[in-house]
C-alpha cells in the first residue's frame, strides 16, 4: 500500500498513531523518487533546460566579459557577420550576447527571490485564511483583497520616483511583496475544502495544533499544488518583472532581458529589422519560465503514482 | 455552439468599439460658442465642402491620395484648440487660425500674411499694421481691423502672459490700419518675435472669454482665416479639413494641396517610424533611430539634406552647470569641463550624423551672422583632453588617488548628470559626456530619473532651490531673434524657483550681461545689436555659463510614396515642421508646394 | 458454492521489485455466507479485496482464477470485469466517507451512476428510498449533498448504493475503521441485515478487527504476509483457534471492541517480513514461539477438520 | 446567506477604501510639482506666462488646497463619479478619458479571457484523457503560457504586420476612417482588433490548459472517482465529475489573474499603441499625469473588485462545498 493517496485519505485508525500516517508514504516516495525523476522525459529535459540557462547565466559573463552597455563592435551588426558578436549586435553595437547573459541573470535573481518571498507570504496567508476561518479568514482576506486590487503599478511608481536608481534586488522584492495574493487566495481556497475531509477532522480530534495539522496533513495534501503555485510565481516574477521593465520601470543602469525588449522597442529594432534584438530575450524567458513549468509536471508525476499510471 | 458562442463574443467586443469610437469623437469636451451679435460660429465643417464644390465623397473615409498624414507635434489627445493655449492641438495656429506676418528663419525675412504690411514710423516709435482686405472667417464673416486690434489686446492678457503688456501702451484703429504705441523704446525684437506668433481672432467671438480663465475656452471647432477648419478629434488623431474660401487663393495664389490633414497622436517613436516606412505617414517630426540608414535603405524616404546632417539645425543642446554650486561655480573648472567634452562623440556615435555639434557660442546656424569670429576664435572653447587637465591643474584642482580631481579641500568631486528617463538618444548621450570627463579627470555620474523628477531638480521648487549638479537642455527654438537666446541665458533677476522658472537654470549671475540682452531687446538695426551679441559672446565664452554642445534636428523625415517636392535644401527651403510656431515660420508653403505623387 | 478463488495471486509493482501481497489465496464463500478476512495491515487483506473487484494501476495480477456462480471472472481484464463491478461484485470502500461527488446531490449522483449502468432511475427509485428508510435514513438524503450528511450517514448512504442491484458478493472493506463504537455496531448489524434481505448473496468483510467479525461474520479467514494462514467458523477461530499466529490474534484481544491495527502484536516480538522476497518455507516461522525445523519448508492450507483450515507444520505436519 | 455576503461587502467596501486612499496619495506624493512638469511642456514662454500658467493649473487641479481639504474633495467627487482633470489631457476630465478608452480594451479583454478560459479548459481537459495529447498541447501550453504578452505582441506584429502586411501594425481603427456604423469601419476595427486579441488570447490559452491540466487530474485520482469506477462507471461520467470539479479552482482563477491580466493587455496594447486603458497608463506615466493614473487604477480598483465579489457568489453558487462550510463559519 504506498499509494500517497491511500495513506493521506485512509483515516488513521489509531490515535495516538495518527502521526505516522503522513510521514510513512512520504519516507517511501523519497525512496522512489530518484528511480522515477531518471526515467521522466520531462523533468530530464526540464532540469536540462534549466541548467543550460544557468550555465549562461552564471559562466556567460565570466567567459565573455564584454559589458553589455558598451560599444563592442560596429552597430547593428547580423549575428553571423562578426565572431566575436555571435548573437550580433545592437543600435549601438553593444552585445547582444552580452546583453543577453546578463538580463538571464537577473531574472534568475528575480525569480527565486521575488517568486520565494511570494510564494512564503501566500502560503502563510493561504493556509491560516483557510483552516482557521471565522474572522481570522475575515481579516487575512481583506488584507490579500486589499494588496490584491492596489495597483502595484502605481505604488511601484511612488516608490520609484524616491530612488534615483533602482536595481534588481529592488524589483525582486517589490515583485514578491506584490506577487502572493492570488497564491494566498488558491491555498485558502484549497484548504478550504480539504479543512472538511475526515482526515482533518479525525486529526483535529486528536488535539493536534492547528500549525501540525497545517503541515503534516494540509500542506503535504496538496505539496504538488503548493510546488505548482511557487512555479507559477517564479515564472510568474520574471514576467512581471519583463512587464515592469518594458514599461520603463525596470532598473535603471543594469541589464535584464526585458530591458533589452524596451530598447529593442524604443530603438526601432522592429523596423530597422533587427529581430536578433528582441528574439533572444523573449526565448530566454520562455526557455527559462516553460522549463520551470514542464518541471512543475514532471516532478508531480513522480511524486503522485495514479498520474504515473496515466 | 461554443464556436457560435465565441463569434457573438466577438460581434459584441466589436460592437462595442464601434459605439464607442463613435462616441469619443465627440466626447472631447466642448464649451459650446454662444453666438455674439452677427456671427454664427457654429458652422458644420462637414457641410462646408459638400456645399462648395468639393469631392463629393463620403467625407469619413479620407481618400489617400488628398490626404496628408502628419506627426510629431502632438503628445497627448487633442484636448484644447484655443489657439492662444501653448498646448493647442497641432496646427490650430499656423492652419486655422493665422498671423499677421510668416518669418522665414533660413532667409531671415518677413512676409506680411493677415497684414498687407507694417512699418515703423521715423522715430521707431510706433508701429502700424495695414490689416489685409478681403479676407474673411471660415463662419464667411469679413476679417476687420477691429479683429485685429482686438487680438493684439487679447494677446496681452496676463493669463496668457506674453511680455506684450509691459511695453505696449495702446493699440488703436485707424480705418484699414492698426497704430500700435509703445511705452518707452519698443522692445522691437519681442514685438517682431509677437508679429508671426500672435494668432488673429474674431473679437466677435472671443469677446466674452477675455479673462482670467480664458483657457477653459476649448475652442473645439472654432471660426479662423485659415487654410485648415477642424473636421474631427479622437485620442490619437487630429484631424483638418481643406478650407475651400481661404483668402490666400485669390489673393496671393496660394492653394494648400491636401484636401485633409490627419495628425497622428505620437504613441512611440517607433510606431512612428514603422508608419512612415509602411508610407502611412507621409511626414514624419519624431526623432526616429537609425534615419540616415532608412534614407539609404530604399524606403522612399527623404530628409531635408541628402547627407549628414540630414535635418536642419532646430535648437542647441547645452549641458547646463548649477552655477551655485562647487566646484561648477568657478569658471575655470567650467571651461575645463567643456573642454574635455567631444560632442563629436555623441554627433557620431550617438546620432549617426543627423545632428552637428554646436558652435562655441551655441548660436544657431540661422543666426550665424550674430557671431563673433574673432571672439569665438580667442576665447571659444574646443575639445581638448590635455588642455582640460591641464587648466584643472592650474585652477587647483589636484587628482585623487581614485584618478579623479578633487574640491580644492580634498572632497572628492562627483556631478551627477541627470537627462529624463525614457528619451533614448539623451541617455546614450550622458554616457560618451560622462566617458569623455572621466579621460579628463572629471567624474560625471550619468542618471536617468524619470522626468517629473529632472524638471523638479532643475527648476527647485517654492520651498527647495534647484538641487540638480547637470542636466542637458534645449528649451530655445529657433526663432526671429537671437534675443531669445541670450535672455534664457543670462535671465535678471533670478526667477523664483518653481515652475516658473523657465530660463537661465544655471542661476549665472551677471548685472552686466543681462543689461546688454535688455539692451538687445531694444534694438532693431542689425550691425548694432551684432555689436550687443559681440560684447555678450566675450562673457559668454569667458565664464562659459552654459556648455553648448550640438544642434539638435528639425527632426524631419518625408516619404515620397504619395505626396512628393518636399522642402530640401536642392528644392525650396522651407521650415518641413509642424510644431507650434512653424507654420509661421514658412512651414505653410510646404502645403502649397507638395505635390501628389505619380 | 457462490465464490471460489484457487491460488490467486497478485503482487505490488514496485521500483525494488514485486511485493507478493498476495501470494496463492484458495478459499470459497458460500451463498448467504459472511467471512471476515482479518490480518494485520500490510497482510494482504485489502489487496485480495481490491483484485476481487477492480486491480488499480499497480497490482498486477500473476496467476489463479476466481469464479463467482459458476462464472470465471476475468479479474486481470478491466473491460472484462465491468459487467461484474456493481451488479454481481460490489465494494464499500474503506474511503466510504469521501467516496461521492461533493459537488453533486447524492440522488442525482445516484441517477447519473445508475443510468450509466444501463438502468432506467425510476426503474429503482423506489427500492433506492425502501432501503434508504431501512438503514434508517431520511429520505431526503437524496437531495442532501455529502458533506451535509454525518460520517455515519455516508457509511451508511454508500452502503445502499453498493448494493442497489443486489451484487452476488459484497466486499466491505475496513468499512467501520473511521467510526466511533456505537456506529460500527450499526453498521455491522446492517450488513447482517442486507444479506438476510437478501441485498447481497455472499459477503467479504475485511477488517483488522476481530471483534467486529466476532458480531458479524459466519466464518473467518486470517491472513498472514499475504498467505492465508486458517480459516474456520467464527466460533472455532475464536474459541479454538489452531495457528499459533491466530492463537496469539485471539488471546490479545482483551475485550470486544479493541483495535490493534498498527500495533504490534502483544508478546510476538519482531515484524512481518518484506513481501519483497519473503523467506521460503512458513512466513511466520521467524515469530513463531512453536517454530521447528520442518517449518523452513511451505506449509500447505489444508482442511483439518470440517470447514477448518490451517497453515501450519505443528498442526498438519505429521500426517501430511 | 444574507449575514455572509454582508461580511463580504463590508470587507470589499474596507478594500475600496484603503485601495482609494493610496490612490488619492500617488500625485500628492510624489516627489516633483506635475504643474511644473506641465509648464515645462511649454518652453519658450516668459517667466511671466509661466508663472501665469502655472497658477491657472494649480487652481484648476486645486493644488494648493490642504492635504485634508483635498482629501475630502477627492472623495466628494469620486462619489460623484468625477475622477478628476487630465493633466496630459491639459484639462480634460479624466473620467471622459477612460470612458473613451475602456471600451476598447473590454473589447479585447472580455473576449481575450472568456474564449482563453473555455478553450484552455477544454484543451486542459482533453490533454488530462489523452497521452498524445497530453504531450502535444501542454508543451505548446508550456510555451505559450511562459511567453511574455509584449514579446508575442512583438512577433505577430513582426510578422503579420511588419514583414506580410496582413494586419495593420498599430491603432484602433484606420487614420482614413471617422468611426461610422458602416461596414467599412467596422472590417478595419476588427482588423486592428486581431493581433492585440490573438497576443492575449494565445498567452491565456496556455495558462488555463495547464491549470485545467493539472486540476482534473487531482479530480481524477480523487476517492469519488475511485468508487466510481470500482461500481463500473463508465470513464464518460468519472471524466464528467472531475471536469466539473476541476472547473472550481479555474472559477477563482479567473478573477485572481485578472491583475495580472490587465498587465498583460497593457503592454499588449502599448505594443500595438492600441488605444485602451493600458495604452493611457503609459500614456500617463510618459507624461506623469499622475491625475491620469490616479482615475485609472481607480477604474481598475473598482473593476478587480466587482470581479471578485461576482466570483465569490458565482463560487458559492456552483460549490456545495463553500455553502455549507459558509454556513457553518457565519453560524
Known amino acids: 500500500m504506498t499509494a500517497a493517496t491511500d495513506a493521506t485519505t485512509k483515516p488513521s485508525p489509531v490515535v495516538d498513531d495518527a502521526a505516522k500516517v503522513p510521514t510513512a508514504p512520504a519516507r517511501r516516495a523519497r525512496g522512489e523518487f530518484l528511480f522515477f525523476a531518471l526515467r521522466s522525459k520531462k523533468f530530464l529535459i526540464s532540469v536540462a533546460i534549466l541548467l543550460v540557462l544557468m550555465c549562461v547565466a552564471i559562466l556567460g559573463p565570466i567567459i565573455d566579459p564584454t559589458n553589455p552597455l558598451a560599444q563592442a563592435g560596429l552597430p547593428m551588426r547580423h549575428p553571423t557577420l562578426d565572431p566575436g558578436n555571435w548573437f550580433g549586435t545592437t543600435y549601438f553595437g553593444e552585445d547582444v550576447f552580452a546583453q543577453f547573459a546578463n538580463g538571464l541573470r537577473a531574472s534568475f535573481f528575480v525569480g527565486l527571490l521575488g517568486g520565494g518571498l511570494g510564494a512564503a507570504i501566500g502560503m502563510i496567508i493561504g493556509f491560516v485564511a483557510g483552516y482557521r476561518g471565522g474572522w481570522i479568514d475575515e481579516i487575512l482576506n481583506m488584507v490579500t483583497n486589499v494588496f490584491l486590487v492596489i495597483p502595484t503599478l502605481a505604488v511601484l511608481l511612488v516608490i520609484t520616483s524616491y530612488l534615483q536608481a533602482r536595481g534588481v534586488m529592488f524589483e525582486a522584492i517589490f515583485i514578491g511583496f506584490t506577487s502572493w495574493p492570488w497564491a494566498a487566495r488558491a491555498i485558502r481556497a484549497q484548504t478550504f475544502s480539504l479543512r472538511s475531509r475526515d482526515f482533518i477532522d479525525l486529526a483535529k480530534l486528536s488535539g493536534r495544533s492547528g500549525w501540525k495539522v497545517i503541515v503534516f496533513e494540509i500542506a503535504p495534501n496538496m505539496s504538488s499544488y503548493l510546488f505548482l503555485t511557487y512555479i507559477l510565481l517564479f515564472g510568474g516574477a520574471i514576467l512581471i518583472a519583463a512587464s515592469l521593465d518594458f514599461i520603463g520601470l525596470g532598473p535603471t543602469g543594469g541589464m535584464s532581458l526585458g530591458l533589452m525588449m524596451y530598447n529593442a522597442v524604443t530603438w526601432a529594432a522592429l523596423q530597422l529589422g533587427i529581430w536578433w534584438w528582441f528574439i533572444p530575450p523573449g526565448i530566454g524567458i520562455i526557455a527559462l519560465v516553460g522549463a520551470l513549468y514542464v518541471m512543475n509536471v514532471g516532478l508531480d508525476e513522480i511524486f503522485s503514482p495514479k498520474l504515473r499510471e496515466l | 455552439m461554443q464556436v457560435g458562442k465565441s463569434r457573438v463574443l466577438a460581434l459584441l467586443a466589436a460592437a462595442s468599439i464601434v459605439a464607442s469610437a463613435c462616441g469619443s469623437s465627440t466626447a472631447t469636451p466642448t464649451v459650446a460658442p454662444t453666438t455674439g451679435p452677427g456671427a454664427t460660429p457654429t458652422v458644420a465643417p462637414t457641410a462646408a465642402p459638400s456645399a462648395t464644390g468639393l469631392p463629393a465623397t463620403d467625407t469619413t473615409v479620407y481618400p489617400r491620395a488628398q490626404t496628408l498624414y502628419t506627426s510629431g507635434k502632438q503628445w497627448g489627445a487633442p484636448s484644447t484648440w484655443n489657439p492662444l493655449d501653448p498646448n493647442a492641438a497641432m496646427g490650430v495656429v499656423g492652419l486655422q487660425y493665422e498671423t499677421l506676418f510668416l518669418y522665414d528663419p533660413i532667409k531671415d525675412v518677413y512676409t506680411p500674411w493677415l497684414a498687407s504690411g507694417g512699418s515703423w514710423d521715423s522715430t521707431n516709435t510706433t508701429y502700424t499694421i495695414n490689416v489685409r482686405q478681403g479676407v474673411t472667417w471660415s463662419d464667411g464673416s469679413a476679417f476687420t481691423a477691429a479683429d485685429v486690434a482686438f487680438s493684439i489686446n487679447l494677446y496681452q492678457n496676463t493669463t496668457l502672459g506674453s511680455d506684450l503688456f509691459t511695453f505696449v501702451k495702446a493699440v488703436t484703429v485707424s480705418g484699414n490700419n492698426v497704430v500700435v504705441t509703445f511705452q518707452g523704446t519698443p522692445a522691437y525684437q519681442e514685438w517682431n518675435q509677437d508679429l508671426y506668433n500672435m494668432p488673429m481672432v474674431p473679437a466677435a467671438i472671443w469677446t466674452q472669454y477675455n479673462n482670467e480663465n480664458i483657457f477653459k475656452f476649448l475652442n473645439q471647432n472654432g471660426v479662423g482665416t485659415g487654410p485648415y477648419m477642424y473636421k474631427t478629434a479622437a485620442q490619437d488623431r487630429m484631424v483638418w479639413v481643406k478650407n475651400p474660401n481661404w483668402w490666400a487663393t485669390a489673393a496671393l495664389g496660394l492653394s494648400v494641396q491636401p484636401t485633409y490633414i490627419v495628425d497622428i497622436v505620437n504613441s512611440s517613436n517607433n510606431v512612428a517610424l514603422g508608419e512612415l516606412l509602411s508610407g502611412g505617414l507621409d511626414l514624419d517630426n519624431n526623432y526616429l533611430p537609425g534615419i540616415a540608414q532608412l534614407v539609404s535603405g530604399g524606403y522612399n524616404i527623404t530628409t531635408y539634406f541628402a547627407g549628414p546632417p540630414y535635418m536642419l539645425a532646430g535648437n542647441t543642446a547645452w549641458l547646463v552647470p548649477n552655477t551655485k554650486k562647487k566646484p561648477l561655480d568657478d569658471p575655470a573648472f567650467r571651461k575645463a569641463l567643456a573642454e574635455a567634452i567631444n560632442p563629436q562623440n555623441v554627433v557620431v556615435k550617438d546620432y549617426g550624423n543627423i545632428v552637428a555639434a554646436a558652435n562655441p557660442t551655441g548660436l544657431l546656424p540661422v543666426w550665424d551672422k550674430y557671431v563673433d569670429q574673432t571672439v569665438v576664435k580667442n576665447l571659444g572653447v574646443t575639445f581638448n583632453t590635455a588642455k582640460a587637465k591641464a587648466d584643472l591643474k592650474a585652477a587647483g584642482y589636484k587628482v585623487g588617488s581614485d584618478g579623479f580631481v578633487t574640491n580644492k579641500d580634498g572632497s572628492p568631486i562627483k556631478l551627477n548628470l541627470e537627462v529624463p528617463d525614457g528619451w533614448s538618444d539623451w541617455m546614450e548621450a550622458e554616457n560618451l559626456i560622462a566617458a569623455d570627463a572621466a579621460l579628463a579627470g572629471i567624474n560625471i555620474n550619468p542618471t536617468h530619473p524619470d522626468d517629473a523628477t529632472v524638471v523638479n531638480d532643475e527648476k527647485g521648487t517654492s520651498s527647495a532651490a534647484p538641487t540638480f549638479d547637470l542636466v542637458i537642455n534645449n528649451d530655445v527654438q529657433i526663432g526671429s531673434t537671437p534675443w531669445t537666446y541670450y535672455d534664457y541665458i543670462f535671465r535678471q533677476p533670478e526667477i523664483a524657483a518653481g515652475p516658473a522658472r523657465n530660463r537661465n537654470y544655471e542661476q549665472y549671475d551677471n548685472a552686466k550681461a543681462w543689461a546688454l540682452v535688455q539692451k538687445l531687446d531694444q534694438t532693431l538695426d542689425v550691425t548694432a545689436m551684432q555689436a550687443i551679441t559681440s560684447q555678450l559672446q566675450t562673457i559668454q565664452l569667458t565664464d562659459e555659463p552654459i556648455i553648448p554642445l550640438w544642434y539638435n534636428g528639425e527632426w524631419s523625415q518625408v516619404n515620397n510614396s504619395v505626396w512628393t517636392n518636399w522642402p530640401s535644401d536642392t528644392t525650396y527651403h522651407v521650415q518641413p515642421a509642424t510644431w507650434n510656431g512653424y507654420w509661421q515660420m514658412g512651414a505653410i508653403y510646404m502645403l502649397t508646394n507638395i505635390k501628389p505623387a505619380g | 458454492m457462490s465464490l471460489q478463488v484457487s491460488d490467486l495471486r497478485v503482487y505490488y509493482r514496485t521500483l525494488a521489485g514485486d511485493v507478493k501481497a498476495l501470494d496463492g489465496a484458495t478459499f470459497s464463500i458460500a451463498d448467504k455466507e459472511i467471512m471476515g478476512l482479518a490480518g494485520e495491515s500490510g497482510c494482504g487483506k485489502s489487496t485480495l479485496g481490491n483484485s476481487l473487484i477492480r486491480l488499480d494501476g499497480r497490482m498486477k495480477y500473476v496467476s489463479g482464477s476466481v469464479n463467482l456462480d459458476g462464472a470465471e471472472v476475468p479479474i486481470w481484464d478491466r473491460v472484462g470485469m465491468i459487467p461484474f463491478r456493481f451488479r454481481e461484485i460490489s465494494v464499500v470502500p474503506q474511503y466510504a466517507m469521501s467516496a461521492m461527488n461533493p459537488t453533486r446531490k447524492i440522488g442525482m449522483m445516484i441517477a447519473e451512476l445508475v443510468e450509466s449502468r444501463g438502468t432506467e432511475f425510476r426503474e429503482i427509485k423506489g427500492e433506492l428510498e425502501r432501503r434508504i428508510d431501512l438503514v434508517g435514513l431520511d429520505r431526503d438524503v437524496l437531495k442532501r449533498f455529502p458533506i451535509e450528511l454525518s460520517g455515519g450517514m455516508k457509511q451508511r448512504t454508500v452502503m445502499v448504493i453498493s448494493t442497489l442491484f443486489d451484487p452476488s458478493l459484497l466486499i466491505a472493506d475496513e468499512i467501520t475503521s473511521a467510526l466511533d463504537v456505537s456506529t460500527q455496531r450499526a453498521v455491522a448489524e446492517t450488513l447482517v441485515s442486507f444479506r438476510d434481505h437478501g441485498f447481497v448473496k455472499s459477503m467479504l468483510v475485511i477488517t483488522h478487527d476481530v471483534s467486529i467479525l466476532y458480531q458479524i461474520a459466519d466464518s473467518i479467514l486470517i491472513m498472514y504476509a499475504g498467505k492465508l494462514a486458517e480459516k474456520a467458523p467464527t466460533s472455532t477461530i475464536i474459541q479454538q483457534p489452531r495457528h499459533p499466529y491466530t492463537q496469539m490474534l485471539v488471546s490479545s484481544l482483551p475485550e470486544v471492541g479493541v483495535r490493534y491495527a498498527n500495533k504490534k502484536l502483544a508478546g510476538i516480538p519482531g515484524s512481518p517480513p518484506s513481501l519483497l522476497n519473503p523467506p521460503t518455507g512458513c512466513r511466520f516461522r521467524a515469530r513463531c514461539p512453536l517454530a521447528f525445523a520442518r517449518c523452513v519448508e511451505e506449509p500447505p492450507f489444508v482442511e483439518v477438520d470440517t470447514d477448518h483450515s490451517v497453515a501450519c507444520w505443528k498442526v498438519t505436519g505429521t500426517d501430511a | ?331
Do not use: C
Request: no cysteine.
Open chain 4, 1 to 331: 446567506m444574507r449575514r455572509y455576503f454582508g461580511r463580504k461587502l463590508f470587507t470589499y467596501l474596507i478594500t475600496f477604501f484603503v485601495a482609494a486612499t493610496i490612490d488619492w496619495m500617488i500625485p500628492r506624493f510624489m516627489p516633483g510639482d506635475p504643474v511644473a512638469g506641465l509648464v515645462s511642456q511649454t518652453n519658450g514662454i516668459s517667466p511671466t506666462a509661466a508663472q501665469a500658467l502655472a497658477d491657472y493649473y494649480y487652481k484648476l487641479f486645486g493644488l494648493k488646497e490642504s492635504l485634508p481639504a483635498q482629501y475630502l474633495n477627492f472623495w466628494n467627487s469620486l462619489l460623484h463619479g468625477n475622477l478628476g482633470l487630465s493633466v496630459y489631457g491639459h484639462g480634460t476630465p479624466v473620467t471622459d478619458m477612460i470612458m473613451a478608452a475602456v471600451p476598447y480594451t473590454l473589447a479585447l479583454l472580455i473576449p481575450a479571457i472568456l474564449l482563453s478560459w473555455w478553450a484552455g479548459n477544454t484543451f486542459g481537459a482533453l490533454a488530462a484523457r489523452r497521452k498524445w495529447l497530453d504531450n502535444t498541447v501542454l508543451p505548446v501550453g508550456y510555451i505559450l503560457t511562459a511567453t511574455p504578452y509584449m514579446w508575442l505582441a512583438l512577433v505577430l506584429s513582426f510578422v503579420l504586420a511588419f514583414s506580410l502586411r496582413l494586419f495593420p501594425l498599430s491603432g484602433g481603427y484606420g487614420f482614413n476612417l471617422e468611426p461610422t456604423l458602416t461596414w467599412l469601419f467596422f472590417t478595419d476595427l476588427v482588423a486592428h482588433w486581431v493581433l492585440p486579441f490573438l497576443s492575449l488570447f494565445l498567452v491565456m490559452f496556455g495558462g488555463w490548459a495547464i491549470g485545467m491540466r493539472n486540476m482534473i487530474i487531482y479530480e481524477l485520482e480523487s476517492d469519488y472517482s475511485r468508487y466510481l469506477e470500482t461500481l463500473g462507471a463508465p470513464q464518460s461520467l468519472v471524466r464528467k465529475y472531475a471536469f466539473r470539479n476541476a472547473m472550481l479552482p479555474q472559477i477563482t482563477g479567473l478573477a485572481l489573474q485578472l491583475g495580472v491580466i490587465v498587465a498583460g493587455a497593457l503592454v499588449t496594447e502599448i505594443v500595438f499603441s492600441y488605444p485602451g486603458v493600458g495604452h493611457l497608463v503609459f500614456a500617463a506615466i510618459q507624461s506623469e499625469d499622475y491625475f491620469l493614473l490616479q482615475g485609472i487604477f481607480m477604474f481598475i480598483i473598482i473593476g478587480v473588485l466587482l470581479a471578485n465579489f461576482i466570483v465569490d457568489i458565482v463560487y458559492v453558487i456552483v460549490d456545495p462545498r463553500t455553502r455549507v462550510a459558509m454556513r457553518g463559519g457565519t453560524a
